[in-house]
């Protein structure tokens, strides 16, 4: 088991000499919060390089905030913008450890995301990283990894906050409420965060603290070294590289799938008329057609959009809209009431495909 610290400017000068005669095998430095890069990223990384640490990097996410994005698909942009800005600051940086996103909210600050949302999000900026050759891991308190995210669907490992005594031996997790969450998900998590009140001066710091982590992988496991799992259902997928002149109707046809198939195993995609070549696109293990008559949509029946569907007042629905799942309200003569983006709407059930 590794002692791993996290540190980030407010942590101001370190002396990682120091922190190595503390048995220290690596830090997980931040590289960023929102996209702009910590101050002390590029010196920390340097000196803790020089004195043969290992340098994981973590990027403070604001794309959930409220004050940046109302929606799934206003997150979905802010979170691509923040990846991107995230994986320009690492790069030629030899990150050898874990490249994990920070999720959390600061004092005073909302999210209006639901948890599948939140997840889907998640999912997405994580496989950016994975695909910049990043090893990529999620970091939030273990309260929020329930309480505002679908844990079951994340894809990549964890790294789980909870301070707890002096973190037990680090070998098992608390009997506790939170301690038996962890204990249910213990195959997913690299890293615990035990402890924010680590003795700063201890470990060559100027801060008064610095956070505390038992890691239970090889910290310097090098970059791309983790392939998501996989499940028993439409997310056990293989993965293809978009080519040129591909569209996803024609990589539906060439794996023997339907589009409305493809488009849920892809959450990631805002806009399925606009992909691009290199994209990895999932591809679902397991595809079956969903019934398309409409005399079978009735209230209580979980349907998704088709692409191009308009609305009652022929408004276009917004293309994200088409990867999600709705559960119908009310039926209305040919037309079912779905809340699509917070507001009932009504739309054909002629455009509707159920799924469950």
């Known amino acids: 088991m590794n002692k791993i610290l996290d540190i980030s400017k407010h942590q101001g000068n370190i002396n990682f000499s120091k922190m190595k005669e503390q048995g220290i095998n690596g830090v997980m430095c931040r590289c960023a919060y929102s996209s702009s890069q910590d101050t002390m990223f590029e010196t920390y990384i340097k000196d803790a390089q020089t004195c043969g640490i290992a340098v994981g990097a973590y990027a403070f996410c604001t794309w959930h905030y409220s004050s940046v994005s109302v929606n799934k698909a206003t997150a979905m942009l802010a979170a691509q913008s923040q990846s991107n800005k995230v994986i320009s600051i690492l790069k030629e940086k030899n990150i050898t450890g874990p490249v994990a996103i920070d999720l959390e909210l600061e004092s005073g600050?909302?999210?209006?995301?639901?948890?599948?949302?939140?997840?889907?999000?998640?999912?997405?900026?994580?496989?950016?990283?994975?695909?910049?050759?990043y090893t990529p891991m999620l970091y939030c308190s273990i309260s929020w990894l329930f309480d505002k995210m679908v844990c079951k669907d994340i894809k990549y490992p964890l790294w789980v906050a909870y301070y707890h005594s002096d973190g037990l031996l680090g070998n098992e997790f608390p009997k506790t409420?939170?301690?038996?969450?962890?204990?249910?998900?213990?195959?997913?998590?690299?890293?615990?965060?035990?402890?924010?009140?680590?003795?700063?001066?201890?470990?060559?710091?100027?801060?008064?603290r610095i956070d505390l982590n038992h890691c239970y992988?090889?910290?310097?496991?090098?970059?791309?070294?983790?392939?998501?799992?996989?499940?028993?259902?439409?997310?056990?997928?293989?993965?293809?590289?978009?080519?040129?002149?591909?569209?996803?109707?024609?990589?539906?046809?060439?794996?023997?799938?339907?589009?409305?198939?493809?488009?849920?195993?892809?959450?990631?995609?805002?806009?399925?008329?606009?992909?691009?070549?290199?994209?990895?696109?999932?591809?679902?293990?397991?595809?079956?057609?969903?019934?398309?008559?409409?005399?079978?949509?009735?209230?209580?029946?979980?349907?998704?959009?088709?692409?191009?569907?308009?609305?009652?007042?022929?408004?276009?629905?917004?293309?994200?809209?088409?990867?999600?799942?709705?559960?119908?309200?009310?039926i209305k003569g040919d037309r079912a009431v779905l809340d699509l983006t917070g507001i009932c709407t009504p739309v054909n059930t002629a455009d509707l495909i159920r799924v469950g």
């Open 109 to 133: 600050a909302k999210t209006v995301l639901s948890k599948e949302d939140m997840t889907c999000v998640a999912n997405m900026y994580l496989e950016k990283l994975k695909d910049a050759g």
């Open 177 to 208: 409420k939170y301690g038996d969450l962890m204990n249910s998900i213990k195959d997913k998590i690299w890293m615990w965060q035990y402890s924010s009140n680590g003795d700063g001066k201890k470990f060559g710091a100027s801060s008064q």
């Open 217 to 330: 992988i090889n910290f310097n496991v090098g970059t791309n070294n983790y392939t998501p799992p996989k499940n028993n259902d439409l997310n056990a997928n293989n993965i293809y590289t978009v080519v040129k002149g591909d569209t996803l109707s024609s990589i539906a046809r060439k794996h023997n799938t339907t589009l409305l198939n493809l488009i849920s195993a892809n959450p990631q995609i805002i806009n399925p008329n606009l992909i691009y070549s290199g994209q990895k696109i999932n591809i679902p293990s397991h595809c079956s057609k969903p019934t398309t008559t409409s005399e079978n949509i009735s209230i209580g029946s979980v349907v998704r959009v088709r692409p191009g569907a308009k609305t009652f007042d022929g408004k276009s629905i917004a293309s994200f809209v088409f990867s999600n799942t709705y559960t119908v309200d009310q």
